[in-house]
């Protein structure tokens, strides 16, 4: 039940971010593998992991290496491939909109 709220109650780029941060620790750790075997299958600096794990701050070029370091390629690919929705406006704008390649202000 608590981890349904805590998903819930991540709402700011700060919370979040230490909330993947800690994700990936877990993951790292379950994978056997030091912050410095990571970082070296990402070719990313062991600071970089450092900071990450401990601040939840990464470039997206390294959180792209380290996510492939752990096997989460498909994932990290995937992440904006699936257009999301709240409202049945919202979906039908997006249908609308669909093939489009730029957008223009309304």
Avoid: C, W
């Avoid at 608590?2 to 109650?9: A, D, F, N």
């Avoid at 700011?12 to 994700?23: F, H, L």
């Avoid at 970089?48 to 959180?63: D, H, M, T, W």
Wanted: proline content about 1%.
């Amino acid at each position: 039940m608590l981890s349904v709220l805590e998903s819930y109650l991540l709402d700011n780029v700060d919370d979040i971010s230490r909330q993947i941060a800690k994700d990936f620790r877990h993951r790292r750790v379950e994978k056997g593998l030091t912050r410095e075997q990571v970082a070296e299958r990402a070719g990313v600096a062991v600071s970089n992991v450092v900071r990450f794990e401990q601040k939840g701050l990464i470039s997206l070029k390294n959180l792209i290496g380290l996510a492939m370091a752990l096997g989460y390629t498909s994932e990290i690919k995937g992440l904006f491939s699936n257009p999301k929705y709240s409202t049945m406006e919202e979906l039908s704008q997006i249908r609308k909109n669909s093939g489009k390649t730029k957008a223009y202000k309304k």
